[in-house]
């Protein structure tokens, strides 16, 4: 339920700032989304604590905890390349604009879709809420999330359109996906690796930031991996050392 919550959330604040976005002067809609982007750097930057969470830092060493997320990051960065995620993204957010409308501006509808998919799915609130989610401790933190969503999603739609809409598509199968493996691996999931996890995502969230201010755009996508080997590499440093 959490994460179909949250699928309703996007979708409904997409559709409420896309109402108002004809309204709004295009100043003022630049102005929103720069708020927008200043707000995901210091989210970003609050998750780096995760650095010196102390389970974390017990499994892999003090010094061992930024050297996993560099790792991770140069692993996922790697394999995102290969992989080409942030091009097959576009070119889904491309494809999804076709089928739809086909009409407005497409390069809006397809910055609104990639930047709001990897703001919506890369935060720790995604992965604690849908983990909580289905070990059937409530959706407090999806709920939570869906709220901040929602308005997130009337800001961003307000300046970029439908796009950000469809960012709902990838959010439900990222929550639905974790909610799924928390049914029959959530025991597995130590206080270490969520600390990863959070704290990878957090540098991840430094790039979409950057990506919204339109400083530099951060290949974010391509760094996807980075989430699943962040994990990984915990529980390898953990065991050797």
């Known amino acids: 339920m959490g994460t179909l919550i949250n699928v309703l959330a996007i979708v409904i604040g997409a559709a409420v700032g896309v109402l108002l976005g004809n309204r709004l002067p295009e100043k003022m809609a630049r102005t929103l989304t720069d708020a927008m982007g200043l707000v995901v750097l210091v989210i970003g930057a609050l998750n780096l604590t995760a650095l010196q969470d102390e389970s974390f830092s017990a499994s892999v060493g003090s ?7 560099l790792g991770a990051l140069l692993l996922g960065g790697v394999t995102g390349s290969l ?5 097959r993204l576009e070119q889904f957010g491309t494809w999804l604009q076709q089928k739809t409308s086909g009409k407005g501006d497409k390069q809006k509808f397809i910055e609104g879709f990639v930047n709001a998919s990897l703001l919506f799915t890369i935060g720790p609130m995604a992965v604690l ?14 709920a939570l999330k869906s709220t901040l969503d929602g308005f997130t999603s009337v800001a961003f739609a307000a300046t970029l359109g439908w796009g950000v809409a469809f960012s709902a598509i990838p959010v439900g199968l990222w929550q639905g996906l974790l909610t799924v493996l928390a049914l029959y691996a959530g025991s597995l999931m130590s ?13 991840l969230l430094l790039g979409t930031g950057l990506r ?8 974010v996508a391509d760094l996807l991996p980075a ?6 590499l915990t529980l390898l440093v953990s065991s050797l050392s």
């Open 63 to 69: 010094a061992g905890t930024l050297l996993v997320v």
């Open 83 to 87: 992989l080409k995620l942030e091009e």
């Open 129 to 142: 809420g849908s983990l909580q989610d289905g070990l059937g401790q409530g959706v407090d933190i999806l």
């Open 191 to 203: 206080s270490a690796i969520v600390a990863s996890i959070t704290a990878t995502g957090g540098i």
């Open 212 to 219: 919204l201010l339109q400083l530099r755009m951060v290949s």
């Open 227 to 232: 989430l699943i080997f962040a994990p990984l």
